[in-house]
């Protein structure tokens, strides 16, 4: 198992700097997951952990020791892609197997690793299956398979559900997570969705135009992020300008923003402009007196199990919040917000 830092990150595609000093780690046994909308960088920096593109400075180790020089077939990694790419004459077990065929082990020990990885993925029974002949969440499953049948020191996926419909990816991903923590093998994953992400990282990292904007764990990305962009790309946020911003210490603040006094947490260390994040859990609707905001309903839509509200602050910025379904609101009534403090976050404006 393995310890995995990439340091400084930087890769080139002709004049275009794709990444642009990447840094992030993995623990041994963790689950680290690239996040973020296309184009960021998050496929390259994953080809250049496996090998298939080359670096244009940095440095990436496993367990201290350097790998840009190691080709990729050396590294010893499993690697599980969107297309699957899986060998469409052989069949299921044959896919599964072929990696040990080429390291040339014994039949007998193919047959048990084959055995063994299939029932793991839970492909019992499907061996002699060609992939043509299997759905589309087996396929990936087999490509799991032939990954982890190898024994990698390191697993590295990228967008492997992308071409499941949703119960799909649902099942699969929860078995890609329990196989990574029952194994403890440490894994990068690579996914533009936010839920995704969430679910089954221990870190994640937050990237933006060939740079990590934040790594952190899932709830501190989502709870504690430190800046709009992965306030915004990390769940339903709302954002409110502050007027003043009087530091208390230890991260600690005390702000004034439409019309209203607060006393909460944010990023350490802010000087100029701010703004106060809210999600929408942090906000529930109660009389106009006994709100810490008073606002006008500007829309509502009964979800089932939430009222969804929209509210116009005196200031002009607009609250979205999940109200408690039996609520029911005019468009035009005047209504007090109440906030739940340790929900909301204080951020600067300008990312630091
Ligand atoms: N072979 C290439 N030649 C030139 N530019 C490339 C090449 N591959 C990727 N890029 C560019 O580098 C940037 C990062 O691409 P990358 O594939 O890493 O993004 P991504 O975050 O994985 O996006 P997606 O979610 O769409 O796969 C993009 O702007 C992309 O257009």
Request: hydrophobic residues 40%.
């Amino acid at each position: 198992m393995a310890t995995v830092e990439v340091r400084d990150l930087r890769k080139r595609y002709q004049d275009f700097l794709a990444l642009d000093g990447v840094s992030l780690k993995a623990e041994t046994g963790q689950l680290v997951t690239l996040l973020g909308p296309s184009g960021c960088g998050k496929s390259t920096t994953l080809r250049c952990l496996a090998g298939f593109l080359e670096a244009n400075g940095g440095e990436i180790t496993v367990d201290g020791e350097s790998i840009l020089g190691t080709p990729a077939n050396r590294r010893g990694f499993g690697v599980v892609f969107q297309n699957y790419a899986l060998f469409p004459h052989m069949t299921v077990a044959e896919n599964i197997g072929y990696g040990l065929k080429i390291q040339k082990l014994p039949k007998s020990e193919i047959e048990t690793r084959v055995y063994d990885a299939m029932k793991l993925v839970r492909l019992d029974g499907l061996g002699d299956r060609l992939p043509r002949a299997i759905s589309g969440g087996q396929q990936q499953r087999v490509a799991l398979a032939r990954a982890l049948v190898l024994k990698p020191k390191l697993l590295l996926l990228d967008e492997p559900l992308a071409n499941l419909d949703a119960r799909l990816r649902d099942e699969v991903r929860w078995l890609i997570r329990d196989l990574q923590q029952q194994s403890g093998i440490t894994a990068f994953y690579v996914t533009h969705d936010q839920s995704e992400a969430m679910a089954m990282s221990d870190m994640v990292a937050v990237m933006k135009a060939g740079r990590v904007a934040q790594f952190a764990t899932p709830r501190e990305i989502y709870q504690k992020p430190t800046e709009r962009y992965v306030a915004d790309f990390t769940g339903e946020a709302n954002f409110i300008p502050c007027q003043s911003v009087t530091p208390q210490g230890e991260g600690r603040y005390a702000i004034t923003a439409a019309g209203a006094t607060l006393e909460l947490e944010g990023v350490p260390g802010i000087t100029g402009p701010a703004e106060l994040l809210l999600r929408p859990e942090a906000l529930s609707l109660t009389a106009p007196e006994a709100g810490t905001f008073k606002g006008t309903v500007t829309k509502s839509a009964f979800l089932g199990a939430a009222l969804h509200c929209e509210i116009t602050l005196p200031d002009g910025s607009m609250l979205k919040l999940a109200a408690e379904p039996n609520h029911k609101v005019r468009t035009g009534e005047v209504v007090g917000i109440a906030i739940d403090n340790s929900h909301a976050w204080l951020m600067p404006e300008v990312a630091p």
